[in-house]
Nanobody
Framework: QVQLVESGGGLVPAGGSLRLSCAASGTIFSITVMAWYRQAPGKQRELVATITSSGSTNYADSVKGRFTISRDNAKNTVALQMNSLNSEDTAVYYC???????????????WGQGTQVTVSS
């Protein structure tokens, strides 16, 4: 089994910062892309940022310059540093990863359970 567990969510005032972390555990041979998604109330889940195993990153336009995604390949973790938060960033944030459990397996996509981020204005 593979699990993704997020941490670091909470309540923060507008203009503040939060750092989310996600750890992948279980039988893991390789992880390619790791990502953060978010879903605000009444809205569809949207991609926030991605990072490949080589460190290439991609961001949604709405968070460029404010959020930074990073990962530790040795620890199978991914983080999201969020600065200059505003009320539109309020959402449940989900960790996502493409993981191969054993050498001969295919990559499968996994989700974390989500962590709530609330920005107060």
């Amino acid at each position: 089994q593979v699990q993704l567990v997020e941490s670091g969510g909470g309540l923060v005032p507008a203009g503040g910062s939060l750092r989310l972390s996600c750890a992948a555990s279980g039988t893991i041979f390789s992880i390619t892309v790791m990502a953060w998604y978010r879903q605000a109330p009444g809205k569809q889940r949207e991609l926030v940022a991605t990072i490949t195993s080589s460190g290439s990153t991609n961001y949604a336009d709405s968070v460029k310059g404010r959020f930074t995604i990073s990962r530790d390949n040795a620890k199978n973790t991914v983080a999201l540093q969020m600065n200059s938060l505003n009320s539109e960033d309020t959402a449940v944030y989900y960790c996502n990863a493409d993981i191969k459990r054993v050498r001969w397996d295919e990559f499968n996509n996994y989700w974390g359970q989500g962590t709530q981020v609330t920005v107060s204005s």
